[in-house]
Structure formats: structure tokens, C-alpha cells
């Protein structure tokens, strides 16, 4: 069963199961206090940005926090509302259980990029929104660097790295990538001394595809620190600079 499947699966089932939810609800519990809540973060095997201590505390701060409510006056979708407020959270989930327990999944954002840029330090996720960077936990991804704002994000780097996180060989090559003062781009790869000026995000496909031919066809047999730089500026050209 692929994931989209399942995916499609969830998005039916989960609201059915709330609104049977909300009509087996025992009416006894109504008026019966909530002492607990509980709290999964769905996604914390792939990333742990956050901590459930983190999550409630978060909430305790706010009238929508359940914890000494009656069941009648808890807000679920006030609580969902408060908790997607956290740049770190995608979507969080609040249903009450026909048992009366409160439940609260939290699905996190997905970050694809690091930026280390005259603007600051914090993540770009897969839909080009900024993500704090957290004490609690350092994802391993390309860094961006240098002169890095919203232009330049919005004209390239936002694409090229949805292109490389996606790409098994690419995601692991590329360690950096610095833009200069003058906007123009270059690569610093995890494997081999030399750099890759890039020029600019223009075609970057293509010009990924240039450098891969050139990696098998020549780093390959002529070794990987053979050259100081590799230039992929000019259109189907890769020159070697040693």
C-alpha cells in the first residue's frame, strides 16, 4: 500500500471517527473535569524538533489549556488554533475520545534547508516557510550561506533545494551553498577539494546533469581532488579549472 493511499485512507477516517466520536460522547463526562491530556507527536522517529513537555507548556499559557475544564467548555478547535501558531508545527489534531480523553496529535514541518545568511539562522520547509532552529534538535541539510534573503530564496534556492532533497545522490554531495555579494552561487560538495560555481540557479537541472556525466566520465578515473574548480556558467559546458 503506497503512502498515498494510506494518506487518503486517514483523511477519511479520521474525521469519521470525530464525528462518531462527538455523538458517542457519554453526556455524564460532559460534566466531568479534565485532568489530563494526552500528547503524540506523529513524526518524532523522522525529527524532534519539539518535546511534548514543550507542546503543553505552550498551551498552558492560554485560555484555550483543557487541564481543569469541564469537558462541556473545552474548545478543541481553539487548542488546535493556539498550537498551530508554533512555526515548528504543521498541523495538530484535538479530539475527545468516547472514553473522555483528550488527544492532541502534532505533526511537524518538514525542513529542506538550512540558512546561515546575513538575514539569520533558522530552516526553510518543503513549502518555503521559516522554521526556527531548535535546542532540541539539528537536522542534517545543505546550509545556505552568505548573502541569502528573500529574493534570492523566492529566485532559485527555494527550487533548487526542493530539487536536491529529493535527490538521493545531490542531497548527500552538496554541503553548502554560498551565494557571493553579487548574487552569483557556488557549491561546496561533501565529497572532493574542489568548489562548483554554479552562476546561478538558471537551469540548474541541467546543469546538475552536466556535472553528474563529468563526475562518472572523469573525476572517476582521474581522481576527485584533480581539480581546484568547476565552473557550470556557460550553457552545456563543465570546465575543470585545476
Not at 470525530?18 to 525529527?47: L, P, Q, V, Y
Not at 488554533?81 to 473522555?100: D, F, H, S, W
Not at 545531490?170 to 553579487?182: D, L
Not at 546538475?208 to 552545456?236: M, P, Q, R, T, V
Amino acid at each position: 500500500m503506497t503512502k498515498n493511499i494510506i494518506k487518503i485512507i486517514l483523511s477519511v477516517l479520521l474525521p469519521l471517527y470525530m464525528f462518531i466520536s462527538f455523538f458517542s460522547f457519554d453526556g455524564k463526562k460532559e460534566n466531568e473535569i479534565c485532568r489530563d491530556i494526552s500528547i503524540t507527536i506523529k513524526d518524532s522517529a523522522i525529527s524532534s524538533f519539539l518535546k511534548i513537555k514543550d507542546v503543553e507548556n505552550s498551551l498552558k499559557n492560554t485560555p484555550a489549556y483543557p487541564v481543569g475544564k469541564y469537558f462541556k467548555d473545552i474548545n478543541t478547535h481553539e487548542i488546535r488554533k493556539q498550537l498551530e501558531k508554533n512555526r515548528v508545527i504543521k498541523n495538530a489534531v484535538c479530539y475527545i475520545t468516547p472514553a473522555g480523553d483528550l488527544n492532541i496529535d502534532i505533526y511537524q514541518r518538514k525542513p529542506i534547508l538550512r540558512v546561515m545568511g546575513i538575514n539569520g539562522d533558522y530552516y526553510l520547509d518543503d513549502n518555503c516557510e521559516i522554521m526556527p532552529v531548535s535546542a532540541n534538535f539539528t537536522a542534517h541539510l545543505p546550509i545556505a550561506s552568505g548573502y541569502v534573503n528573500k529574493e534570492i530564496i523566492n529566485n532559485g534556492l527555494f527550487e533548487f533545494a526542493k530539487y536536491i532533497n529529493k535527490d538521493n545522490f545531490w542531497n548527500i554531495q552538496i554541503e553548502q551553498i554560498y551565494v557571493n555579494a553579487g548574487g552569483e552561487v557556488e557549491l561546496i560538495p561533501r565529497v572532493g577539494e574542489h568548489n562548483i560555481i554554479l552562476g546561478s540557479f538558471d537551469n540548474f537541472e541541467e546543469k546538475l546533469d552536466n556535472l553528474f556525466d563529468f563526475y562518472k566520465k572523469g573525476l572517476n578515473k582521474k581522481g576527485w581532488n584533480l581539480y581546484k574548480s568547476i565552473s557550470l556558467k556557460y550553457e552545456n559546458q563543465v570546465i575543470g579549472i585545476k
